[in-house]
């Protein structure tokens, strides 16, 4: 078996895995579906497959203007959690993390799900009420969370500078044991695989340019590849959710910006969590690989470019070291940048919009790769059934002129 195996690797090898089973079909599109899903993104194929498998809902395409797992769910930084401070966010990222538990055994594919634990680090008075105050409201929710003092940081990750001397001084961190990272491209082919074989089709290199209305209600998509009718249309297109909502003359308080992240070399393992810190700008954990995968917060300015700035990379570098000295003779190996949407309250947007059979799953900010699962299954309901699921209802557009907002600057921030 493993001499087959070596050979059948070999083969692959070099003919460029052309003997290679696809995992899904290359569909071409047709002219009409029953829902059109604009995003081939791990939210819109996550959409996909359980309005197949929850509702019966097959006769979808889901769009995508390249290649499948080349937007921001391969652009990201692959971590889970769920310990975020309104009952309403709450919610639903532990919907999400608790299908993250089971995403693999689900779609038959290994999504490589590690619960390493998640620290994110006080270093003020302020930083250790709010920590203590989100840890608290986590436990209400039935949401697994714990305070550690500085020592018991030092116990959960050895490699931490938890010196007095230092700028920022480590005085505890909030501490979730059930967070951790998945990997990024094997959610997006899990998905896409289970949708396909469901009877969906994910139509790649199909870039929406209209999105057809008449009566106030949409009625199809034009793209690059021809016009294709639709009885129901949902945009789930991270960055350029506003740009496609406009095709529809619908405006979104939605606001684009980079957000950029970095790995290292690749050097033995030494870092068994993921660590965050707001004050100092950083978070990081260590990839299989054995790269340090490395974030900070979002670019100021407003961009559709997958790049950030060096003025980024050069603080988060400063940040990393205040933590972690130890990684200082590190060199950087790569960087890369997505773009993500943010709301004014820093919280999603989910549900119907004010064009009938439009609809909306976007607005992640940096939380959108740790809510797939949750964010997918919800936003099918709320399709399927054109009424929003109860875990989707607070996450509607009509609250920025309510004023139900739900402000997660906090635990948002930088800890994506």
Not at 153 to 173: E, H, K, M, Q, S
Request: aromatic letters at 8%.
């Amino acid at each position: 078996m493993q001499r087959y195996s070596i050979l059948a690797l070999a083969r692959h090898a070099l003919t460029g895995h052309r003997f290679w089973t696809p995992a899904w079909r290359k569909a071409a599109p047709r002219a009409r579906y029953r829902v059109v899903i604009i995003g081939g993104g791990g939210h819109g194929l996550a959409t996909a497959y359980y309005l197949a498998k929850e509702h019966g809902i097959g006769d979808v395409a889901v769009l995508e203007k390249g290649a499948i797992g080349l937007g921001n769910t391969g652009r990201n930084t692959t971590i889970i959690r769920s310990n975020y401070l309104w009952d309403e966010s709450a919610r639903i990222y532990e919907h999400s993390l608790k299908l993250w538990e089971g995403l693999s055994a689900e779609l038959n594919f290994n999504v490589m799900l590690s619960q390493r634990g998640v620290l994110n680090l006080a270093h003020s008075e302020a930083d250790i009420r709010e920590g203590m105050r989100r840890a608290g409201a986590n436990r209400l929710q039935g949401i697994d969370a714990e305070w550690l003092d500085p020592a018991a940081v030092r116990r959960f990750c050895p490699i931490i500078n938890i010196g007095t001397d230092a700028r920022y001084p480590v005085l505890g961190a909030t501490l979730q044991r059930r967070g951790g990272v998945a990997r990024h491209d094997a959610v997006a082919w899990g998905y896409a695989r289970a949708a396909d074989a469901r009877g969906v089709d994910i139509v790649e290199n199909c870039e929406v340019t209209g999105v057809r209305t008449a009566g106030g209600r949409v009625v199809g998509v034009d793209t690059n590849r021809g016009a294709i009718d639709a009885d129901k249309i949902a945009i789930v297109a991270a960055g350029h959710n506003s740009v496609v909502a406009a095709m529809a003359g619908v405006r979104l308080p939605l606001q684009s910006h980079p957000l950029q992240a970095l790995v290292s070399e690749p050097v033995k393992p030494v870092l068994d969590c993921v660590v965050m810190s707001g004050a100092v700008h950083v978070y990081v954990s260590q990839s299989d690989k054995g790269e340090l995968v490395m974030g900070a917060g979002i670019d100021a300015f407003n961009s559709y470019a997958q790049r950030g700035s060096f003025h980024v990379i050069e603080g988060q570098m400063a940040a990393l070291l205040e933590l972690f000295p130890i990684f200082s003779r590190l060199r950087m190996l790569r960087s890369w940048g997505g773009i993500v949407d943010v709301a004014p309250d820093a919280s999603p947007i989910i549900g119907r919009l004010p064009v009938e059979g439009l609809y909306l799953n976007g607005g992640w900010g940096t939380g959108g790769f740790k809510a797939t699962p949750g964010a997918g299954h919800v936003f099918a309901h709320t399709i399927a059934q054109d009424a929003p699921h109860p875990l989707a209802m607070p996450f509607a557009l009509d609250r920025f002129t309510t004023g139900a907002l739900i402000d997660e600057h906090a635990a948002a921030a930088v800890s994506h």
